[in-house]
């Protein structure tokens, strides 16, 4: 932009140029066109684009893929880190529109297959009407379906590697389905065919975690921390899983390590503070949430939760209701942000006085998640 910029620039010069000498001397030649600035190529583009979204810079890497299919509307490369961008800025039907096109333009490049399937989840995870995207997850899993047949003419390495892929992928399609047995038989199948993938590793402890076997879970995540000591994200979540089995001390020092690692990543300091407050510490608890949510505002609506209830602990009712509003509005699917909210306008302290209306309805939104929360059923007694 920069160099057209200076072309047109000199563009101009030379053509004020022309015209005082034309005024001067009607009878000299006429200055010769400026040149116009040549095009940069659509692989520029695709190369700033790739920077800046490994830098979680997805506006600028939005506006660089942009630029560069503008220049190349089939260019591969440039479709697929636009629709990863898009997908990132929240902009799902256009993602899953260039993610479509892609896949027509390279049926034999798996990474479009995989990016369409993640598009159609995060389409599916932030919708406020679920209703409106219940096709997704069926969506997701045939183009899924549509890579492991691409793939199956594969051999070596790559067969294994992009299976590891689509499996993982599976896994979290099953996991948004409520399909816990075959979420953890796909996270299973993807480690087996990728030994030692820290994400992999991290899916498959979270799903065994979120089934309750707390022990699997923790023995999973402490493999993945030995295969790759400097991934902040899995050590994070180990020192959690560490800190709910009831091994604060060794969680503490985990969750510490996590965020010394990535003193940015919100995940890892917001662990921190989670950890921080189950090993019944506020202070600290307090300054990491708040250091996490002023890094990502919006993606851990779990930081919201803990500090509302560090507030609800400390009797602030007013910064509780505000935090876990929060919390459930950007966690909605989740009973018991619910529950806690409804709690919080349940009690009343000083000036602050209860508001059992809005304390039902939270309590009976939790049960709706949840039709077996018992939590909530006390709520709702205890309100009669």
Same mark, same amino acid.
């Given at each position: 932009?920069? %160099?057209?910029?200076?072309?047109?620039?000199?563009?101009?010069?030379?053509?004020?140029?022309?015209? %005082?000498?034309?005024?001067?001397?009607?009878?000299?030649?006429?200055?010769?066109?400026?040149?116009?600035?040549?095009?940069?190529?659509?692989?520029?583009?695709?190369?700033?684009?790739?920077?800046?979204?490994?830098?979680?810079?997805?506006?600028?890497?939005?506006?660089?893929?942009?630029?560069?299919?503008?220049?190349?509307?089939?260019?591969?490369?440039?479709?697929?880190?636009?629709?990863?961008?898009?997908?990132?800025?929240?902009?799902?039907?256009?993602?899953?529109?260039?993610?479509?096109?892609?896949?027509?333009? $390279?049926?034999?490049?798996?990474? &479009?297959?995989?990016?369409?399937?993640?598009?159609?989840? %995060?389409?599916?995870?932030?919708?406020?009407?679920?209703?409106?995207?219940?096709?997704?997850?069926?969506?997701?899993?045939?183009?899924?379906?549509?890579?492991?047949?691409?793939?199956?003419?594969?051999?070596?390495? $790559?067969?294994?590697?992009?299976?590891?892929?689509?499996?993982?992928?599976? &896994?979290?399609?099953?996991?948004?389905? &409520?399909?816990?047995?075959?979420?953890?038989?796909?996270?299973?199948?993807?480690?087996?065919?990728?030994?030692?993938?820290?994400?992999?590793? !991290?899916?498959?402890?979270?799903?065994?975690?979120?089934?309750?076997?707390?022990?699997?879970?923790?023995?999973?995540? %402490?493999?993945?921390?030995?295969?790759?000591?400097?991934?902040?994200?899995? *050590?994070?979540?180990?020192?959690?899983?560490?800190?709910?089995?009831?091994?604060?001390?060794?969680? *503490?020092?985990?969750?510490?390590?996590?965020?010394?690692?990535?003193?940015?990543?919100?995940?890892?300091? &917001?662990?921190?503070?989670?950890?921080?407050?189950?090993?019944?510490?506020?202070?600290?608890?307090?300054?990491?949430?708040?250091?996490?949510?002023?890094? $990502?505002?919006?993606?851990?609506?779990? !930081?919201?939760?803990?500090?509302?209830?560090?507030?609800?602990?400390?009797?602030?009712? =007013?910064?509780?209701?505000?935090?876990?509003?929060?919390?459930?509005?950007?966690?909605?699917?989740?009973?018991?942000?619910?529950?806690?909210?409804?709690?919080?306008?349940? *009690?009343?302290? #000083?000036?602050?006085?209860?508001?059992?209306? =809005?304390?039902?309805?939270?309590?009976?939104?939790?049960?709706?998640?949840?039709?077996?929360?018992?939590?909530? =059923?006390? #709520?709702?007694?205890?309100?009669?």
């Amino acid at each position: 932009m920069k %160099q057209r910029s200076i072309f047109a620039l000199l563009g101009a010069a030379l053509l004020l140029g022309a015209a %005082q000498a034309q005024t001067a001397a009607p009878a000299s030649a006429p200055a010769p066109a400026a040149t116009p600035a040549p095009k940069l190529p659509a692989a520029n583009y695709v190369i700033s684009g790739n920077i800046y979204y490994n830098q979680g810079k997805y506006d600028q890497a939005y506006v660089a893929f942009r630029a560069a299919t503008e220049i190349d509307p089939l260019n591969p490369q440039a479709l697929l880190g636009l629709g990863r961008s898009q997908v990132k800025l929240r902009l799902y039907a256009p993602a899953i529109a260039t993610l479509k096109t892609l896949t027509r333009v $390279d049926p034999k490049d798996v990474s &479009g297959y995989i990016a369409l399937s993640q598009a159609y989840q %995060q389409q599916y995870i932030g919708s406020g009407d679920r209703s409106a995207v219940t096709g997704n997850l069926d969506a997701a899993l045939n183009v899924l379906k549509d890579a492991e047949t691409l793939v199956g003419g594969q051999t070596g390495p $790559d067969h294994d590697l992009n299976m590891s892929k689509i499996y993982n992928d599976r &896994g979290n399609v099953y996991r948004l389905q &409520g399909k816990a047995g075959p979420a953890i038989d796909a996270f299973k199948k993807a480690t087996q065919l990728n030994p030692g993938n820290g994400l992999i590793l !991290f899916n498959l402890g979270d799903m065994y975690a979120a089934t309750g076997d707390l022990p699997q879970a923790i023995s999973t995540l %402490q493999q993945a921390v030995v295969t790759d000591p400097s991934d902040a994200y899995n *050590r994070a979540y180990y020192a959690k899983l560490l800190a709910l089995s009831g091994n604060v001390s060794s969680a *503490r020092s985990e969750a510490a390590q996590a965020a010394k690692l990535a003193p940015t990543n919100a995940y890892a300091v &917001g662990q921190y503070g989670v950890v921080s407050y189950l090993a019944k510490d506020p202070v600290t608890a307090r300054a990491q949430l708040n250091q996490a949510v002023s890094l $990502d505002a919006l993606r851990y609506p779990e !930081f919201y939760f803990y500090l509302g209830r560090l507030d609800l602990d400390a009797s602030d009712l =007013k910064s509780a209701r505000e935090n876990l509003t929060k919390a459930a509005a950007l966690g909605s699917n989740t009973p018991e942000f619910a529950y806690y909210l409804g709690l919080s306008y349940e *009690r009343g302290a #000083g000036l602050i006085a209860p508001d059992k209306i =809005k304390a039902r309805e939270n309590y009976e939104r939790a049960l709706k998640l949840n039709p077996n929360y018992q939590a909530a =059923k006390d #709520g709702l007694a205890r309100l009669k």
